[in-house]
């Protein structure tokens, strides 16, 4: 991923924590702490197993059912292993059929291939801006370090461990 080593006045830094269960069950009754003040999701599925779609349609219902319908929660439905293609087992008709109904953004990934994996990240941070400056109000759209989200604002997300310089490392939140 890239990382801003200076800033301009078309760049909006985003530092993202991401929780990643991993879709296990052991996991799903922390499900609520990990979703409760969450700006997004990315919810995976493998093209290859359809169990795993089956999944994900529970963990959407679960994650509107947490955080409700007023705010939509910007989710990402990504199948992974788009490289083992000839081995598909999730209909991709019914993926793109599920992710409108749910208002939810599709896209394949390889993790194997580094296929798209930036993208998901780009996209998903891209679509809880837009939603924070929703709710916030146009003129006054604030993101959390402070900088007003424009539109023609670059977005750069941070390596792990980094921290913009202008962020204050002991703030919270």
Request: with cysteine; proline share 3%; hydrophobic share 40%.
């Given at each position: 991923?890239?990382?801003?080593?200076?800033?301009?006045?078309?760049?909006?830094?985003v530092?993202?924590?991401?929780?990643?269960?991993?879709?296990q069950?052991?996991?799903?009754?922390?499900?609520?702490?990990?979703?409760?003040?969450?700006?997004?999701?990315?919810?995976?599925?493998?093209?290859?197993?359809?169990?795993?779609?089956?999944?994900?349609?529970?963990?959407?219902?679960?994650?509107?059912?947490?955080?409700?319908?007023?705010?939509?929660?910007?989710?990402?439905?990504?199948?992974?292993?788009?490289?083992?293609?000839?081995?598909?087992?999730?209909?991709?008709?019914?993926?793109?059929?599920?992710?409108?109904?749910?208002?939810?953004?599709?896209?394949?990934?390889?993790?194997?291939?580094?296929?798209?994996?930036?993208?998901?990240?780009?996209?998903?941070?891209r679509?809880?801006?837009?939603?924070?400056?929703?709710?916030?109000?146009?003129?006054?759209a604030?993101?959390?370090?402070?900088?007003?989200?424009?539109?023609?604002?670059?977005?750069?997300?941070?390596?792990?461990?980094?921290?913009?310089?202008?962020?204050?490392?002991?703030?919270?939140?």
């Amino acid at each position: 991923m890239s990382s801003a080593s200076s800033s301009s006045k078309n760049q909006t830094q985003v530092k993202l924590s991401i929780w990643d269960t991993a879709g296990q069950e052991r996991f799903h009754s922390l499900g609520p702490i990990y979703y409760r003040d969450a700006s997004g999701a990315v919810l995976v599925y493998d093209i290859t197993d359809a169990s795993s779609f089956i999944r994900v349609q529970s963990w959407v219902k679960e994650l509107r059912k947490m955080v409700g319908e007023a705010d939509k929660l910007p989710i990402i439905l990504v199948g992974n292993k788009c490289d083992l293609e000839s081995q598909r087992q999730v209909d991709e008709t019914e993926v793109l059929e599920y992710a409108q109904k749910v208002e939810a953004l599709h896209l394949l990934v390889s993790a194997k291939m580094a296929i798209n994996i930036e993208k998901v990240f780009l996209e998903l941070t891209r679509r809880m801006m837009v939603q924070r400056k929703k709710r916030i109000g146009d003129k006054q759209a604030v993101n959390a370090f402070g900088g007003v989200v424009g539109k023609k604002q670059k977005l750069v997300i941070l390596p792990p461990g980094e921290v913009p310089p202008t962020v204050n490392q002991n703030s919270c939140c």
